[in-house]
């Protein structure tokens, strides 16, 4: 009867819990596919600025360059 306390509390608290441990995993998740698509627009407007940066001169350079 020791021992078998414990397992019919764990049997009986094992219901409740379980749905706070898939919110808690699907919160996990859901931060992480939101924090890997925020890198990735990072990531994307770096190399976008980068390449208009290369494309498109800034027009301060040129007006300094001429004075």
Do not use: Q
């Not at 608290?13 to 698509?37: E, K, N, Q």
């Amino acid at each position: 009867m020791k021992y078998l306390r414990p397992i019919l509390l764990l049997a009986l608290i094992a219901p409740s819990l379980s749905g706070c441990l898939v919110i808690g995993a699907t919160a996990l998740v859901a931060d992480v596919a939101i924090g890997t698509a925020g890198t990735a627009v990072k990531t994307v407007g770096a190399v976008g600025g980068a390449a208009v940066d290369l494309v498109l001169p800034d027009s301060d350079k040129d007006d300094d360059d001429n004075r």
